[in-house]
Every structure is written in C-alpha cells, then in structure tokens.
C-alpha cells in the first residue's frame, strides 16, 4: 500500500463491528483540546439470562447511559476516548448485534449498541485495576418486552454520573446576502458525509465511507483554495458526528453559493460501479434513488440523537421545500458536474437523479450530492481509496465549479 492511500482497517469487517478514531480539529471549537482516554479492548460473554459488554479503558471515567427504541438501542456517553486501540475484528454476542463508536462532539465521545431485541440494562458500574486488568466499564444486558423497553427508553431516563455536554447549539439565521461572497470570493461549503458513531457504508476492504469522504472534501478544499478565487468551509474537519441539520446550518450561517455533500455508496450488487449526482426531489427518480435517500436521512437516528433542544425554525428547514430558484440552480451545477465527470469517469446510467436527502433541502444554498462511486464494488473502492484518483475526481468538481460561477453569474450573490 502506497502511503497516499487510505488503508482498509482489516479484511471481512462488514459484519463485525463499526468504529472509528478521533483525530484533528474540533469542527466549531478550533484550539479545543482534550486528553483522551484509551479503549484498550472490549469483549462480550453470553451467561445464562443476560449478555455482559465489557470496555477496558487506560483510566477511569464517569459515563452514563439511556436507550432508544426503533432501532433498540444502547446509547453510553463518555469524556473523549480514543478507540484506535480497539480490534475490530472483536465480534458482538448474544443480545448484541454490533457495535459502534466514535466522537459525538468535541469532548465527548460515544458508544451504541445496537440490539437484536429488546434488553434492559440490569447493571452498569466500572472496576478500577486489579490482577492484571486495567480500568473497566461493564454493562450487563437481559432481554424484555418491548413495552417494558419503550417505558425506560429515551434521553430523559439517561442514568449514569457523566454529564454529556448540550450539543452544539444549531447555527441559526442566514447572515445579511449581501455578505455572501465577502471579498469577491463565492463561498462553498463541503459537507463529507457521515462521521463519528456512523461510519456510513462500508467498503469490501472494510474502509469506512466516513473515511474516503473526508479525505475527498480535504482535498477538494485545497484544490479550490488553490485557485485563490473561492472560500471553503467544511461541515466536519474531523471524524465526529454532525446532524443533519447542522450540515445545512452551517452552510447557511456561512452564507454559503454552493453546497456539496460528498458520498459513497455500498450495495449487495457488488458488480455495480459508478458516478452519481443528486439534487432534491420530493418524488425520487427511481426505487434506488429512494432507497438511499431513505437509508441516508437516517443518519442522525443512528448516532442516537436528541432532537428535543431543535427549534421549530430550524426544523422547518428540513420539512419545507427548496425555494423554486434554488432547485433550478442546483439542477444547473448537477448538469455541469456530470459533464464534467464524464470526460474522464464511468458513470451511473441515468447520472442525474432526484431525492429527498435531508442534507438538500437548505432553501436558499443551491446544492448537489456526488456519490463518488460503490465501496462494495473492489475496484471502484481501491481507487476511491488512493490520493491520487480523489484528486482527479476532485478536479473534476473544481472544474464544474469554474463553470458555474463563469457562465451563471445570477448564481452569485454578492
């Protein structure tokens, strides 16, 4: 493996556990450091009536935990770890179906569950070093009924010492247009897709969607700083989970021109291979249009979030549809950009197509989501794996956007 490539973490991982390492910038909190504490391993024992997880960690820490149904989970938040150390290849047993882990925000850090039916916490306490065992989380798991879950379940019957911070606050309101483009310079916000406790698709090498996508979206920011003609903000500069929500937030607060989500698709067709680009819909192109769209606004549900803190007006953003002009705008940038792939990339037949992403519906930031290619399909992820072909893929997108700004003028608002 060349060191330009983004190395798979082990072989057959798609069935095993999901995690991910903390490393880089706090995406809203720049300078913001925290000393993390190491996971040195995690294992699970079956006895008789109940399923035990147990988390080694190189210190002690307080945590605390809640469940959330539909899917059954068990959401345990703790200080900032990092999960680096863990083997990957570590496999859930009996009322666990996986694990995943990663940074849930700057300074917290979390782990789900994920159940294969409903289970009550019957204890959760941790064990300080003795005979050679280093510090220990254990929870201890027994299954129940559903109606016995639903009535333990949820943020508010969270038990447990750790006091999670509040998440970041969403960034609402849209500066003054005429702020847009301060100094001249477009403004274009990068969105790499997933992050922290969701890893997204997993490719056939066991590299994780999250992986490839901000490893694009960093590349594409300097291509595009490069030119000395556009300002670049990304969504996330790190691996961590970022709403849905806050993705368009952030874009707008910036007084973003363009938004573009970057992705990576997985599917059990593992011949299937190709360039797509998507703009809103509320009717989707085709069943596989809908059936990612739904799979990715799904996003949050998987990182456990809580959604009782978001304003009306904030929400409303996801539920109200793109302004007219917005949409026209961004079919003009999605036409662009598959002319643009074409010339030198294989593409999905039909390469235009419409869904209803959450991460599409800002009102007033005309944008487009690329599904860079299938991490199921060996040869697409190989590439998508190495620095160089991103770079190519990113030229492309470098060069689309030149062409949105120099032959749609009206799309700048300065």
């Known amino acids: 493996m060349r ?14 556990l999901l995690g991910g390492a903390a490393a880089g910038l706090a995406l809203c909190q720049p300078g ?12 699970f024992g079956s006895h008789q009536g109940f399923t035990r997880f147990v988390v080694e960690l190189g210190a002690g820490v307080d945590f605390s935990l809640f469940t959330l149904a539909d899917p059954y989970r068990v959401v345990v938040d703790l200080p900032e770890v990092d999960f680096a150390p863990l083997d990957p290849h570590t496999q859930a047993r009996g009322l666990v179906e ?8 700057p300074g917290q850090s979390r782990m789900v569950l994920d159940l294969k039916e409903p289970a009550e916490v ?8 003795r005979d050679g065992h280093p510090w220990r989380l254990v929870i201890d798991l027994a299954a129940t009924g559903r109606n016995a879950f639903l009535a333990g379940a949820g943020p508010g019957k969270r038990v447990g010492a750790y006091s999670a911070p509040k998440p970041e606050p969403l960034l609402e309101g849209t500066p ?17 897709g997933h992050g922290g406790v969701d890893p997204g698709a997993i490719g056939v090498s066991g590299i994780h969607e999250k992986e490839i996508t901000l490893a694009a979206a960093r590349q594409l920011r300097q291509l595009l700083e490069a030119t000395g003609r556009y300002k670049v903000v990304l969504t996330r500069d790190r691996d961590m989970s970022v709403r849905l929500r806050q993705r368009i937030a952030i874009a707008r607060h910036a007084g973003a021109d363009l938004f573009i989500s970057l992705h990576a698709d997985s599917i059990k067709n593992t011949g299937v291979r190709g360039l797509s680009v998507y703009t809103l819909s509320e009717d989707a192109s085709d069943a596989e249009a809908a059936a990612l769209a739904e ?3 799904k996003a949050d549900i998987i990182s456990g979030m ?9 929400t409303d953003i996801l539920i109200d549809l793109a302004q007219r002009e917005t949409m026209n705008l961004s079919a003009r940038l999605a036409a662009k950009l598959v002319d643009s792939l074409s010339r030198d990339f294989q593409l999905l037949r039909r390469t235009h197509r419409f869904a209803g992403f959450a991460v599409l519906k800002s009102p007033d930031v005309p944008s487009v989501l690329l599904e860079m290619g299938y991490l199921s399909n060996r040869e ?8 160089a072909y991103r770079k190519r893929l990113m030229e492309a997108v470098v060069a689309t956007v030149d062409r949105y700004f120099t032959q749609d003028q009206k799309a700048f608002r300065p």
């Open 176 to 192: 003054d247009p005429r702020q847009r483009g301060a100094g001249g310079k477009p403004i274009i916000a990068l969105d790499p």
């Open 295 to 297: 799979a990715e606004n």
């Open 98 to 105: 996986q694990v995943r882990y990663g940074l849930f925000n």
């Open 32 to 43: 913001a450091a925290w000393a993390a504490v190491e996971a040195l391993g995690m294992r």
């Open 380 to 387: 697409e992820e190989r590439k998508l794996r190495t620095a």
């Open 306 to 314: 809580d959604f009782s803190h978001e304003s009306p007006e904030v």
């Open 3 to 16: 060191p330009d490539e983004v190395a798979p973490p082990g072989p057959s991982r798609r069935a095993l």
């Open 122 to 129: 019957l204890k959760v306490f941790t064990l300080s070093p």
